[in-house]
């Protein structure tokens, strides 16, 4: 008998995950990392001994890869993502752009479900400030037929992970900062 079959609830799988970005739910979403995140320290020293006590807090990137799907067409959705960061894709007509790259108004709102078997968010962590720091469109192959695939790279502020949907009748969040 499994540890978790003497408790009232299941275990979380690795497989029913939902990732939403911008607005627009990724069924077509492969593998994602959840956050992590890293504490530096600061040493002290007193007399003969080491002390040490916790620093800074430093989120690490989350990789994701999504199935470069015909329709809708990721790899126009992730162009469109960052030109609504801030880049102007150069034509040969037009000069270059003046315009930069911000995070004033331009960040991506990226959200990353655990579900339970019936579908139902059991948990839920958000990429607070979040842009996109790299995107590799895939490599094309004739030797397989493998799916077509698209590597992304966001880096964010922090990220927040909220289990209320877990936790009935909860009403706080856990936040990480």
């Not at 470069?68 to 007509?93: E, H, V």
């Not at 590597?151 to 949907?165: G, K, P, S, V």
Request: proline share 3%; with cysteine.
């Amino acid at each position: 008998m499994a540890f978790w079959s003497e408790q009232a609830s299941e275990a979380k799988r690795n497989y029913r995950f939902r990732i939403t970005l911008d607005q627009e739910v990724l069924w077509w979403a492969k593998t994602v990392t959840l956050p992590s995140f890293d504490v530096s320290e600061v040493e002290h020293n007193h007399m003969d001994n080491k002390y040490y006590f916790p620093g800074r807090v430093s989120w690490s990137e989350v990789s994701m890869t999504l199935v470069d799907p015909i329709d809708p067409d990721a790899a126009t959705k992730l162009s469109a993502l960052l030109s609504k960061m801030g880049y102007n894709i150069q034509s040969k007509d037009n000069a270059p752009s003046k315009k930069t790259i911000d995070k004033s108004n331009n960040t991506i709102t990226c959200l990353i479900e655990v579900l339970d078997k019936d579908g139902t968010t059991v948990e839920q962590w958000t990429l607070n400030n979040a842009f996109i720091k790299a995107a590799k469109y895939g490599d094309l192959d004739y030797s397989n037929d493998e799916l077509k695939t698209i590597e992304l790279t966001l880096r964010y502020d922090w990220a927040t992970h909220d289990d209320t949907y877990f936790k009935l009748g909860a009403t706080t969040t856990t936040t990480t900062t």
